[in-house]
């Protein structure tokens, strides 16, 4: 079925650099796309999202690309803080008209200081 | 900020029991959704409602869940008969105009026994 999917488990930064968490997704017919940050115990923070007519969207420290040829998404994070350590997930909607997410499998991000 | 409301944080319930997990949306939010995360999982899509029904489930969300919208405020997820492998956090989330971010609660931990 249609998935979406994450290429790294897990990334190690040190404090200051700069992060770049990779998604890809499956489903041609998504059309808005969010990166959610998820801390330990808590629910998803929407970090970022980035409708399917743009392929780059920036934020406070954070930026996201949108390749829609290869189906790939990324979430840019600009010097990276201890306080930016926790799992991300991407998420596509699957399409216009569709109300729920799916969600890939996560990146835990660990900031080393 | 405005928040979604979860509670209980925690709920252990027997097997075979009833739970009625509750969440308060945003107040002018007109989408709602119930997700949940097995320990050490990706987030999965259970229900949405919008209009005082549901208009999308996943294949999860079978005879044994079931969504309430009370009154102007609450919204409920009621599983009929536990089973242990509904353990899991369960999150609601809530969205306003169409296109406009998901906002997650922080979740209600239900531990099956």
């Known amino acids: 079925g249609e998935s979406v999917g994450l290429h790294l488990p897990t990334l190690s930064v040190q404090e200051g650099d700069n992060s770049i968490i990779n998604c890809a997704y499956s489903?041609?017919?998504?059309?808005?796309f969010i990166w959610y940050k998820q801390e330990s115990g808590k629910g998803p923070q929407f970090i970022i999202d980035i409708r399917s007519n743009m392929d780059k969207r920036q934020g406070q420290r954070v930026t996201v690309l949108l390749n829609k040829t290869v189906k790939h998404l990324s979430l840019q994070i600009a010097a990276t803080q201890p306080g930016d350590s926790a799992v991300y997930f991407c998420a596509e909607n699957g399409g216009t008209g569709r109300r729920a997410l799916t969600f890939g499998s996560g990146t835990r991000l660990q900031v080393q200081p | 900020e405005p928040e979604v409301t979860q509670t209980p944080s925690h709920q252990v319930t027997q097997m075979g029991q009833e739970v009625i997990l509750h969440c308060v949306p945003i107040?002018?939010?007109?989408?709602f959704y119930w997700y949940r995360q097995i320990l050490g999982q990706k987030v999965e899509f259970l229900v949405s409602f919008y209009n005082n029904e549901i208009s999308e489930k996943s294949e999860i969300f079978d005879d044994q869940f079931s969504v309430e919208r009370p009154d102007g405020s609450n919204f409920t997820l009621k599983i009929r008969s536990t089973k242990l492998e509904d353990s899991a956090m369960y999150f609601c989330?809530?969205?306003?105009?169409?296109?406009?971010?998901?906002?997650f609660g922080s979740g209600t931990r239900l531990t099956v026994v």
């Open positions: 989330a809530s969205r306003g105009e169409k296109g406009a971010g998901y906002t």
């Open positions: 107040s002018n939010h007109l989408y």
């Open positions: 489903n041609s017919a998504s059309d808005y």
